[in-house]
């Protein structure tokens, strides 16, 4: 384990914390309403941000107003940034001119808002406005890892990784479901070589198999993306779809010719929920049953998964310099909120 120091006067800036991999709704930007946090108290991420082997944005002029660069820290922010649960931040008190111009909280666009208590040194950046993840970035240069003790991080196996559900609370589709079928699908995009690639049915199919046929070129499959992982078969031929294990960040170790890995809860629901439709099915139930057990909230649209995130994903994937990806990217970049998604 290890709690950050600031790097200019050395006092602890943190709670003892244990690294685990970014999740891929960490850049998301969902909606209007508050947020949860993004990460679990005790752990940290770091985000490689800008690690990008091909830039497809023209650089834009940064303006700047009264003296202040403006900067938006809360979609990305410097490379290898690092991202703590709120809570377990340590001795630091906001910088009063960087709060401005926020909804509901904090977002970050003039750059860090919070500053070492001790010698006011800028440090890191809280983001919790409406349609955020709730997360403290802190700047890479301001901080340093210290090494603590403390009990050793258990590294869970996959058979004990837990599912998330493809619908929230309230009977919208999961944000995070959004974002982690978007970097699958950018992933599989990657691997395909432009060539149509079939999915199994049912759940896979549900998540899948509307964005394929919109951004794939027609005709017939000639690639197909088949489950593996802990406790399906290990017979892959072609494009397996595997869980990435949320604190190591490793994919799931598979012989297959191409590998698309999938956040482990999502996966875990897609291999072992095959009696789950992910389209609205109450409707086809029959009277008596539902009668005496009222159909749970489903949403009222197709699954749509979320095109900014896909095209950040696929902004640091290799292939995206080949001819014909860069052609499906700028096609979403010019419509990223189009069928197929959202
Ligand atoms: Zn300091
Ligand atoms: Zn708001």
């Given at each position: 384990?290890?709690?950050?120091?600031?790097?200019?006067?050395?006092?602890?800036?943190?709670?003892?914390?244990?690294?685990?991999?970014?999740?891929?709704?960490?850049?998301?930007?969902?909606?209007?309403?508050?947020?949860?946090?993004?990460?679990?108290?005790?752990?940290?991420?770091?985000?490689?941000?800008?690690?990008?082997?091909?830039?497809?944005?023209?650089?834009?002029?940064?303006?700047?107003?009264?003296?202040?660069?403006?900067?938006?820290?809360?979609?990305?922010?410097?490379?290898?940034?690092?991202?703590?649960?709120?809570?377990?931040v340590?001795g630091t008190v906001f910088i009063p001119?960087?709060?401005?111009?926020?909804?509901?909280?904090?977002?970050?666009?003039?750059?860090?808002n919070l500053a070492c208590a001790g010698?006011g040194?800028p440090v890191a950046?809280?983001?919790?406005?409406?349609?955020?993840?709730?997360?403290?970035?802190?700047?890479?240069?301001?901080?340093?890892?210290?090494?603590?003790?403390?009990?050793?991080?258990?590294?869970?196996?996959?058979?004990?990784?837990?599912?998330?559900?493809?619908?929230?609370?309230?009977?919208?589709?999961?944000?995070?479901?959004?974002?982690?079928?978007?970097?699958?699908?950018?992933?599989?995009?990657?691997?395909?070589?432009?060539?149509?690639?079939?999915?199994?049915?049912?759940?896979?199919?549900?998540?899948?198999?509307?964005?394929?046929?919109?951004?794939?070129?027609?005709?017939?499959?000639?690639?197909?993306?088949?489950?593996?992982?802990?406790?399906?078969?290990?017979?892959?031929?072609?494009?397996?779809?595997?869980?990435?294990?949320?604190?190591?960040?490793?994919?799931?170790?598979?012989?297959?010719?191409?590998?698309?890995?999938?956040?482990?809860?999502?996966?875990?629901?897609?291999?072992?929920?095959?009696?789950?439709?992910?389209?609205?099915?109450?409707?086809?139930?029959?009277?008596?049953?539902?009668?005496?057990?009222?159909?749970?909230?489903?949403?009222?649209?197709?699954?749509?998964?979320?095109?900014?995130?896909?095209?950040?994903?696929?902004?640091?994937?290799?292939?995206?310099?080949?001819?014909?990806?860069?052609?499906?990217?700028?096609?979403?970049?010019?419509?990223?909120?189009?069928?197929?998604?959202?």
């Amino acid at each position: 384990m290890v709690v950050f120091a600031c790097a200019e006067c050395g006092a602890v800036m943190t709670a003892r914390v244990a690294r685990v991999a970014l999740p891929d709704h960490s850049s998301q930007k969902y909606g209007h309403d508050l947020l949860s946090g993004l990460l679990e108290p005790g752990t940290y991420v770091v985000d490689p941000g800008e690690d990008r082997p091909w830039e497809p944005r023209q650089p834009e002029p940064e303006p700047e107003e009264h003296g202040v660069r403006l900067q938006t820290y809360c979609i990305s922010g410097p490379p290898n940034r690092i991202g703590i649960a709120p809570g377990d931040v340590r001795g630091t008190v906001f910088i009063p001119d960087r709060l401005g111009g926020c909804c509901c909280g904090w977002d970050g666009q003039y750059g860090p808002n919070l500053a070492c208590a001790g010698c006011g040194r800028p440090v890191a950046t809280r983001v919790d406005d409406c349609g955020f993840w709730q997360v403290v970035w802190l700047e890479p240069d301001a901080v340093r890892p210290v090494a603590v003790d403390g009990p050793v991080q258990r590294v869970l196996d996959w058979p004990e990784l837990p599912s998330t559900p493809p619908v929230d609370a309230l009977g919208f589709w999961s944000p995070p479901w959004e974002a982690a079928v978007a970097v699958a699908l950018a992933h599989l995009l990657a691997v395909s070589g432009g060539k149509r690639v079939s999915v199994p049915d049912g759940p896979v199919a549900e998540a899948f198999r509307r964005a394929i046929d919109i951004l794939f070129p027609p005709g017939p499959p000639e690639r197909h993306l088949v489950l593996a992982g802990p406790g399906l078969s290990a017979a892959i031929t072609d494009i397996a779809l595997v869980p990435r294990h949320p604190q190591t960040g490793e994919a799931w170790p598979c012989d297959a010719g191409a590998v698309v890995p999938m956040a482990a809860d999502v996966w875990t629901y897609l291999a072992y929920h095959d009696d789950r439709r992910l389209v609205p099915a109450a409707h086809g139930m029959p009277a008596g049953v539902r009668r005496d057990d009222p159909p749970p909230l489903l949403p009222h649209h197709l699954f749509r998964p979320d095109g900014r995130v896909f095209l950040s994903t696929l902004e640091r994937l290799a292939p995206v310099r080949q001819p014909w990806l860069r052609r499906i990217y700028d096609r979403v970049k010019d419509r990223p909120y189009m069928d197929p998604f959202v």
